[in-house]
């Protein structure tokens, strides 16, 4: 399944199980030898929630949130008959997230994911800064300084502002940020070219799985980013490689929604 270009199998964990996800991951994630993906998303059932989602990067590291895979997952459980309640509670690793669903003749076109607060604190994130939040801070990356705001929605994430998206290097920029010694866990890298406060174009580096089509948290992030630097209002539309996703933040409960229209692309078996 997709959303917005951004891939992952899914395993439902109700009929099968996973014994090792971490390497799983890896084998299933390879575009020449695997199936093909940003990462591997297990559907399980919770004690706590609705359901449960456990999700791992193309590299097999685990990471706490993706907000299109969630999509992805309150698409597949309704579809599946999992349930027939079209607002859902999601376990994940960064904690409980709300979905609502969008079904019309029994399949779901769109999904809107309360992500939550953001979390702007530079302890929390995390980045090792001298201020209490990192907000168009300029770092030398050797080649390179770049602007950074830096949000974390579950996933740290770092955003720059750059006049012309295309022409940058999201490649080698993005390899370099990510592993930089001032983000202890590494670090989901966007860059962003502003068309109107309401309207952005992004590409980003992933931690563990390099460029993907699209981020969730990360589109989350760059509005956050957009607000807290003067350049965006609360509501915009993010228009990725992979196609556009819909962000608000909410100015009442100071939470994050988004929302896309996943995609599920085919149903399989894998020999492993």
């Known amino acids: 399944m997709h959303g917005a270009g951004n891939d992952y199998v899914y395993v439902d964990c109700f009929e099968e199980r996973v014994e090792d996800p971490t390497r799983f991951a890896v084998v299933a994630s390879d575009r020449h030898e695997g199936i093909g993906s940003d990462g591997l998303v297990l559907i399980m059932p919770s004690r706590t929630c609705d359901f449960r989602m ?16 969630a999509q992805c997952v309150g698409k597949y459980v309704y579809e ?14 960064s904690g409980m997230k709300k979905l609502r ?19 702007l604190r530079a ?6 800064s001298d201020e209490e939040q990192v907000i168009g801070q300029v770092v030398d990356f050797h080649p390179g300084s770049f602007a950074l705001t830096c949000v974390s929605m579950g996933n740290p994430h770092a955003v ?15 390899s370099r940020i990510e592993r930089h010694g001032m983000f202890p866990e590494r670090v989901n890298v966007e860059f962003v070219e502003i068309l109107s406060p309401t309207r952005v174009k992004a590409r980003v580096w992933e931690r563990g799985s390099g460029e993907t089509r699209a981020c969730g948290t990360g589109a989350c992030a760059v509005l956050v980013a957009g607000v807290l630097n003067k350049l965006l209002e609360r509501e915009a539309v993010i228009s990725l490689p992979g196609g556009m996703l819909e962000v608000k933040w909410d100015e009442e409960d100071n939470h994050v929604y988004l929302t896309g ?3 599920t692309v085919f149903k399989g078996e894998m020999e492993w």
């Not at 456990?54 to 895979?69: I, K, L």
């Not at 302890?123 to 090792?128: E, G, R, S």
Request: negative net charge; hydrophobic residues 35%; contains cysteine.
């Open 261 to 263: 229209a996943p995609v």
């Open 54 to 69: 456990r999700m791992f990067n193309a590299d097999g590291s685990e990471a706490g949130m993706c907000g299109n895979a």
């Open 160 to 174: 720059i502002f750059v006049d012309d998206v295309d022409g940058t290097d999201v490649h080698g920029a993005g």
């Open 80 to 93: 599946a008959r999992r349930t027939r309640k079209t607002t859902l509670t999601l376990e994940t690793r």
């Open 101 to 119: 669903l969008f079904p019309t003749d029994g399949k779901v076109q769109r999904v809107r994911v309360d992500m939550g607060e953001p979390e």
């Open 123 to 128: 302890i929390d994130v995390p980045v090792t």
